[in-house]
């Protein structure tokens, strides 16, 4: 195993050095134990990395203590001045929210009914609860209700299930979601598979991930992060039709459902992955870039063509003696060096995280908007 594997994918150049420092858990890993192989594949570039780099991909927005550390640094190696324009996910997903905000109230003026969202949360994961925290404190910033239900690390699947299945019958709670990843002795495919399709506010149901992939169909839902990666184009006029896009990761949760998405949206797509031979020179081809890999600073100047639309998905934190917190958090594209090649680039933090949580609001409201028929 391994031969054929990517040298970029495992250390992304001479220049840079991948350490994780021992502190906390794996944010991917449940223990990391071989039992766990299962838990590997949802998210990152899969079981083909080595464990050294599978620890990484982060799709939502803050940190936690309990994250891997990496000390991985880039920089720009050309004297000039950076150009490219900065997609500020941060102003965006706040005028989304105001949108929202916005229909929540109109819908509760006009029907009497309020959309919720029931949040599943299985175990002591750190940055799982942070996550979950933010997006109870999102819902209530919008008015949406929300209900949450935090059980403990050896919860039996069954017992899980029962939740999932209170909720589904419960005419309050429009949208589901289980917090990934849960403990390994819980099988993740049939508790997603048990959320009903109708709730499902994180589209990750295998009809609707299904739907997505059909030319003529509709998914109920479409994922959150990839969905806010494309509504960060749309907003910001840039054209997908026609144009060359290559996807970095290949997860259940971003990389592909953001490579299915943007095929629907009549862009050309390959996907590069932890086995492509040539990541570098097929990444060069592309008008729009989106990273999901959680490789800090992986995607270096070289690898972009010349005014490339670049979204950053990895949120890595990476060692940083001057910062208070002793790291601080970078994405998987070198964000200097893009910025001298790139046309426009999002952020690491400030780009695609606050859209995450934004088009979860977006869900839940679509949600009780159709359960309701209200327009
Ligand atoms: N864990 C990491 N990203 C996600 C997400 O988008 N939804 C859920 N439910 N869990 C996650």
């Not at 495992?10 to 890993?29: E, K, M, N, Q, V």
């Not at 964000?335 to 790139?342: F, I, M, R, T």
Request: hydrophobic share 40%; net charge positive.
């Amino acid at each position: 195993m391994g031969g054929s594997r990517s040298m970029i994918f495992a250390d992304c150049s001479s220049s840079t050095t991948a350490r994780l420092i021992p502190f906390g858990r794996s944010r991917l890993l449940c223990g990391g134990g071989a039992l766990c192989a299962r838990r590997r594949l949802h998210v990152g570039v899969g079981p083909s990395l080595p464990a050294s780099l599978r620890t990484t991909l982060t799709v939502h927005s803050s940190p936690s203590p309990s994250l891997p550390v990496m000390n991985v640094s880039c920089s720009a190696t050309m004297a000039s001045e950076a150009s490219a324009k900065v997609i500020d996910g941060k102003a965006v997903a706040k005028q989304i929210r105001d949108e929202i905000t916005g229909e929540v109230s109109r819908m509760k003026d006009a029907i009497g009914v309020v959309p919720g969202l029931a949040v599943i949360l299985v175990g002591d994961r750190k940055d799982s609860a942070t996550y979950v925290r933010n997006k109870k404190k999102a819902c209530q910033s919008v008015g949406i209700n929300s209900f949450e239900v935090h059980l403990p690390e050896d919860t039996s699947e069954q017992e899980v299930l029962k939740h999932i299945s209170v909720f589904n019958d419960d005419p309050s709670v429009h949208g589901i979601l289980v917090q990934l990843p849960l403990p390994c002795h819980i099988d993740e495919q049939s508790i997603l598979n048990a959320v009903s399709m109708e709730k499902d506010v994180d589209g990750f149901h295998p009809l609707n991930i299904g739907r997505l992939a059909m030319r003529g169909r509709e998914p109920l839902f479409i994922p959150c992060t990839p969905k806010g990666c494309i509504e960060l184009l749309h907003r910001y006029g840039f054209d997908i039709k026609g144009k060359r896009a290559v996807v970095i990761g290949r997860s259940n949760i971003v990389g592909m459902p953001a490579a299915l998405l943007l095929q629907r949206e009549d862009a050309t797509v390959s996907i590069v992955h932890s086995r492509t031979k040539n990541p570098e020179e097929i990444t060069r081809q592309a008008d729009i870039i989106i990273s999901a890999v959680g490789q800090p600073n992986m995607v270096r100047g070289s690898w972009i063509k010349p005014g490339a639309v670049i979204i950053d998905v990895g949120i890595n934190p990476v060692e940083d003696a001057k910062s208070p917190r002793g790291y601080r958090l970078v994405g998987d594209v070198c964000y200097k060096e893009a910025c001298e090649v790139a046309s426009a680039i999002t952020p690491v933090p400030g780009g695609v995280g606050p859209m995450t949580i934004a088009m979860l609001l977006s869900n839940t409201l679509t949600s009780a908007k159709r359960v309701h028929n209200f327009q």
